[in-house]
C-alpha cells in the first residue's frame, strides 16, 4: 500500500511540471531580444568585401547607447556596395546581444 501511496504522489507532484512545459513551449526557448536601431556618421576605415564586414570610427549612437568608437559591422554586399575607405558615410545599425549589422549606408 505504501508503493502505490508514493507512486500517486510522485504523479500529483509531476502533473502540474508537465502541463505548464506542454502548455507553453515557446517560453521554455532563449529568444533574442528585439534589435535596437540607431544612425551614425564616421569615416569607413576598412572594408572586407569576403568576411561581410566594415569597420567605421563613429560618433555618438545615441539610439543604441554607444559612445563614440571605432568598430566592426557585418553588412551584406548590397550595403557594402559604394564604400571605400577613408570617405564619410551616415548609416544606420541594428543591434542585438550577439551582433551589430549596418542595415545602409550612404557615402556623404
Known sequence: MKTVTMT?????????????QAGTPMAAMAMEPAAKTGSGIGI??????RAGTVTIAHGLIPGVGWPAMTMTFKA???????????KKVAFDVAVTATAAVVTKAKPM
Not at 569607413?44 to 568585401?49: E, F, N, S, T, W
Open 8 to 20: 500517486i504522489a510522485a504523479i500529483l507532484l509531476a502533473a502540474p511540471v508537465a502541463e505548464a
Open 44 to 49: 569607413i576605415k576598412a572594408i572586407d568585401a
Open 76 to 86: 551584406t554586399p548590397p550595403v557594402l556596395k559604394g564604400l571605400t575607405p577613408g
